[in-house]
């Protein structure tokens, strides 16, 4: 399946958050660990999770 990165940005740069796969019936999941001072969540499909930072446009993107 597909690799997505999940990035924070707490308003100067996206830091990469945590990774997944989707799964063959189109689920997936990944937690966020700290959300204190995040403005935004945003999730890109990358080849490797050896990114610093996005390659892409993002495909989802959450203000908190």
Do not use: C, H
């Amino acid at each position: 399946g597909q690799l997505y990165v999940v990035w924070v940005d707490r308003g100067q740069r996206p830091i990469y958050a945590s990774s997944f796969n989707v799964r063959p019936d189109g689920s997936g999941e990944a937690g966020v660990p700290e959300l204190d001072g995040v403005k935004r969540v945003m999730v890109t499909r990358e080849r490797s999770t050896a990114v610093t930072a996005p390659s892409e446009r993002a495909v989802l993107a959450v203000e908190v």
